[in-house]
C-alpha cells in the first residue's frame, strides 16, 4: 500500500481546524495527521507556541470530565471535594516522559461507594467507578481483621485536573508533606466546607461512654504534621504524633468537637457528606 503523504506546512486555516479538533474534539495529534495529512509533530509544536497544547505529549481519550473543574474554588462543592482528594486521593505520575498525562485517584472501602458516586456526578466524569478485591492485612471489617477488603477506585486522566489540584495544595507524595496553601487558593467563606471534605476523608468521630461525664464526643483528624496544626487552629485540640503510620493527628476536646462539627456540616448537602460520618455527627449532637 502507498503511504500517503503528509505536507510540513499549515496553513493559518488547516491549522485553525486543527486547533478545534484538538482542544474541543479531543483528537489527537495522530488521528489529525490522519485526517488533514498534516506532520503532528510540526502541529503540536505549533500548539504550544500558542499556549493551546498544555498537556505532556499527544492524548486520545475514552473517557471525559470537567477538566477545569478545580481551576477556581468558588462554591461550597469545589471546597468540598478538593478537601477530601486532599485527604483521600493521590497524584500518578504518567510513566513515560512525553507522552500521556498524569491522573488523579481516589480509593475507597466499597461500603463508601456513594461518595465516589457523588464525585463521579459532580464532577461529570464518564470514567467508570472499578470494584475489587485489595489483600491487606490491616484491612478493617464488621467482623474484625481481615486478609481482603472489598474496594473502589475511580482515575481521571487529564493534565489540566492535576496540574489546578497541585496548585491547590495536592503535591505529589503528600502524606507527610502536605500544607494548607492559603486563603488566595481557598477562600475563607468555604473553609468549612474544605474541612468536612479533609474529614470525610481523614477523621474520624467517636463517641464514648464515660463514669463520671456520661457520653463525650471527640473529633481527631489524621495529616501531616504542618497540616495537623494548621487544623488545630480551629478550636481547642492536641496536636501528636501518630505511632501507627509515622504521620500526625489533631485530637479535638469533647465542647470543641462538637463546635467544629456543626460549622462543618452547617453548609452540606448529601452530596457533600459521608453519610456514615454524619450519623455519628447527629448521635454525638443527640447525646450532648
Request: proline share 2%.
Given at each position: 500500500m502507498k503511504k500517503q503523504k503528509t505536507y510540513n506546512k499549515i496553513s493559518d486555516e488547516l491549522f485553525q481546524e486543527?486547533?478545534?479538533?484538538?482542544?474541543?474534539?479531543n483528537m489527537s495529534l495522530r488521528k489529525i495527521q490522519e485526517k488533514y495529512k498534516i506532520n503532528r509533530h510540526i502541529l503540536s509544536k505549533k500548539l504550544e507556541e500558542a499556549g493551546i497544547k498544555k498537556t505532556k505529549g499527544n492524548h486520545y481519550r475514552y473517557y471525559f470530565h470537567n477538566f477545569d473543574y478545580f481551576e477556581v474554588i468558588d462554591s461550597h462543592s469545589k471546597a468540598y471535594w478538593l478537601g477530601f482528594i486532599m485527604a483521600d486521593g493521590y497524584i500518578q505520575r504518567n510513566k513515560g516522559v512525553n507522552y500521556g498525562e498524569d491522573r488523579i485517584g481516589i480509593n475507597?472501602?466499597?461500603?463508601?461507594?456513594?461518595?465516589?458516586?457523588?464525585?463521579?456526578?459532580?464532577?461529570?466524569?464518564?470514567?467508570?467507578?472499578?470494584?475489587?478485591?485489595?489483600?491487606?492485612?490491616?484491612?478493617?471489617?464488621?467482623?474484625?481483621?481481615?486478609?481482603?477488603?472489598?474496594?473502589?477506585?475511580?482515575?481521571?486522566?487529564?493534565?489540566?485536573?492535576?496540574?489546578?489540584?497541585?496548585?491547590?495544595?495536592?503535591?505529589?507524595?503528600?502524606?507527610?508533606?502536605?500544607?494548607?496553601?492559603?486563603y488566595d487558593k481557598v477562600p475563607e467563606k468555604y473553609i468549612y466546607s474544605y474541612l468536612r471534605g479533609y474529614m470525610d476523608g481523614n477523621g474520624y468521630i467517636f463517641l464514648r461512654k464515660t463514669k463520671n461525664y456520661g457520653y463525650q464526643s471527640q473529633l481527631s483528624i489524621h495529616s501531616s504534621e504542618k497540616f495537623s496544626y494548621w487544623i488545630s487552629s480551629f478550636g481547642d485540640s492536641i496536636v501528636r504524633k501518630d505511632k501507627r503510620n509515622n504521620g500526625w493527628k489533631v485530637v479535638f476536646k469533647t465542647k470543641s468537637s462538637i463546635d467544629?462539627?456543626?460549622?462543618?456540616?452547617?453548609?452540606?448537602?448529601?452530596?457533600?457528606?459521608?453519610?456514615?460520618?454524619?450519623?455519628?455527627?447527629k448521635k454525638c449532637k443527640n447525646d450532648e
Open positions: 486543527a486547533v478545534i479538533e484538538y482542544r474541543d474534539n475507597l472501602n466499597v461500603g463508601d461507594i456513594d461518595t465516589l458516586k457523588s464525585f463521579k456526578q459532580e464532577i461529570g466524569a464518564t470514567n467508570p467507578i472499578k470494584v475489587y478485591e485489595e489483600k491487606t492485612p490491616q484491612s478493617w471489617t464488621d467482623k474484625g481483621w481481615s486478609e481482603k477488603s472489598t474496594m473502589c477506585r475511580i482515575l481521571l486522566n487529564s493534565q489540566k485536573t492535576v496540574d489546578d489540584l497541585i496548585d491547590k495544595g495536592v503535591i505529589y507524595n503528600k502524606s507527610l508533606t502536605k500544607e494548607f496553601v492559603g467544629l462539627l456543626d460549622k462543618i456540616y452547617e453548609s452540606s448537602t448529601e452530596e457533600t457528606r459521608m453519610k456514615r460520618k454524619y450519623e455519628k455527627y
